[in-house]
Each structure stands twice: as C-alpha cells, then as structure tokens.
C-alpha cells in the first residue's frame, strides 16, 4: 500500500537558518503530494502541493519539488522565522473511490530567536 | 468560498459517557467527508469517511461510530468512551470531482476522557 516517510524530529533551528525537512513516499501510480502545517492547538492547513514529477510547489517562502526519480518531496525554506515553529506533515494522495490521502507522521519544527 | 466548522473545541469527558462531535461543511455540495484522530506524538489516523449521505465507510475497529444525516453534516459518536480515546479529532471535506484536490481540514476538537 501507500506510504510516506518523514523524520519526526523535533527540529530545533535558530532564526534565518536554511531548513530541510525529508520526506519520501511509496505509492502505486501518478500520485499528488502535499505539505501541511499544522500550528499548535489548530487543524492541518494546506502549505503547498505538487500534481506531477518535475511540479515546484511553492508558498510563503517553502518549496518543495515532486522527484519521481528519488520518490522524495522534502520541504525547504531558505530562512526559518520564530512563527514557523509547527509540526509539518508530508502527504500523498492516490484517487480511488474517494480522496485516499496517506499522511506521513510529521516533524516538529522548533525556532529558536 | 467554502469552509468548515467543527465543534465543541475542547471537551472533558468521563470514562463510560456518551460523545458526539459535529462537523459542517458551508460552500460546496456533495463533499467527501473524513475523521481523523491524532494522538499525543503520533500521526494522523483516518477513522471514517464518507463520500454521501447515509454513506459510512470505517478504516479502524473501535469504539466509535460516524454518520452523515445531511449532506455537509458529519458526526463523530460513541456510547462510551474509553481513556484511549483521548485524543484531537478532525473533521475534514475534499470535492468529490477534482483527482489531485487536497483535504481542507477544521479546526479540531481536543477530546480528554478522564
């Protein structure tokens, strides 16, 4: 079946750090991937997504590039700030019936002034 | 634009007590719609989903239950909880054309069974 693989960290980074966060799936097909953060005492916001190998996604200065060759989707920031601190969870999705997303188990990012 | 609610935002709840968590979508029709439970440092397990009313789907065995009277409702039930299901619930819909859309999740319900 499906799967995703992530460090679970805590990452512990000091402010405008360069930030790298692996992530690597398994999946049958042409899968989506995505990232999302999650804030603490909040829901799951969608960060970024890529549709197809070779995809940049991009948003509020995080990329992430779809390898198909590498099966990875790792998460980079150039420059992390205080309010980055989060948990981010890598996430695939193989269309079936309905919308199946596998989740990766998340890292917890801590930013440090 | 479409959203969605979830509530209670916290809740504490005796060993053996009844729950229900409810879940609205506002903005689409016939949403796919899916519970998923975090654990304290664990990851995201999906408990049910559903893809139309009166259509109930489980992905674990457990003590819970999940419905769907309307088309943007979904509720989260037990008759009784168990300290093990202590933990943060979330309510979350996708459109149900659109192959490479993502989930949009609420805000979460954090669920303590004492």
């Known amino acids: 079946g499906d799967s995703v693989t992530q460090m679970e960290g805590p990452v512990t980074l000091s402010e405008e750090a360069f930030l790298t966060i692996n992530c690597t799936y398994t999946?049958?097909?042409?899968?989506?991937l995505f990232w999302y953060v999650q804030y603490p005492g909040e829901g799951l916001q969608l960060l970024l997504k890529?549709?197809?190998?070779?995809d940049k996604g991009s948003n509020k200065g995080f990329e992430a590039t779809y390898r198909k060759e590498t099966t990875s989707f790792h998460l980079e920031k150039g420059s992390v700030q205080v309010s980055d601190s989060a948990v981010y969870f890598c996430?695939?999705?193989?269309?079936?019936?309905?919308?199946?997303?596998?989740f990766g188990i998340g890292t917890k990012l801590q930013v440090i002034p | 634009s479409q959203t969605i609610h979830q509530w209670p935002a916290t809740l504490v709840q005796p060993v053996g007590s009844p729950l229900s968590l409810e879940c609205t979508v506002e903005?689409?029709?016939?949403?796919?719609l899916y519970w998923y439970r975090q654990a304290a440092g664990r990851g995201l397990q999906l408990l049910f989903y559903?893809?139309?009313?009166?259509?109930i789907s489980s992905e674990v065995p457990q003590n819970l239950s999940a419905s769907r009277p309307q088309d943007r409702q979904f509720i989260l039930s037990s008759k009784k909880l168990l300290l093990s299901d202590s933990g943060f619930y979330l309510c979350?819909?996708?459109?149900?054309?659109?192959?490479?859309?993502?989930?949009?999740f609420g805000n979460g319900t954090r669920l303590t069974v004492t």
């Open positions: 979350a819909w996708s459109p149900t054309r659109g192959s490479n859309s993502p989930l949009h």
């Open positions: 999946a049958t097909g042409y899968p989506s």
């Open positions: 890529a549709t197809k190998a070779d």
């Open positions: 996430a695939l999705l193989n269309s079936g019936g309905y919308q199946k997303v596998t």
């Open positions: 903005g689409t029709s016939n949403p796919n």
């Open positions: 559903s893809v139309g009313i009166g259509q």
